[in-house]
């Protein structure tokens, strides 16, 4: 069950870090996904349920508790 849980989670952060750089999701890397999954699952465990716009709104929503290799990721992505 767990494993189950960190897979869809793994798969939702992927998408909020494709909407949240506005780039195509081919265009992340593992290192992306890796740095953000731990921070989603933490600060918006709840809206993992609820689909990927929530995921996003409640990632920005965090945006100052995220943890510096999440933040370091997303702008290296927006820099690309």
């Given amino acids: ?6 897979i869809i989670a793994f798969a939702f952060v992927a998408l909020v870090i494709a909407m949240w750089r506005s ?9 992306e996904r890796a740095a953000c999954t ?3 699952i ?3 465990g709840p809206e993992m349920s609820q689909g990927q716009a929530a995921i996003t709104a409640c990632m920005k929503k ?7 290799e999440c ?10």
């Fill in 23 to 31: 780039a195509p999701a081919a265009a992340q890397t593992q290192e």
């Fill in 42 to 44: 933490k600060l918006c």
């Fill in 1 to 6: 069950m767990k494993t189950a849980f960190l």
């Fill in 38 to 40: 731990g921070d989603a």
């Fill in 62 to 68: 965090h945006r100052s508790q995220i943890s510096k």
């Fill in 71 to 80: 933040a370091t990721a997303i702008a290296m992505a927006h820099h690309k």
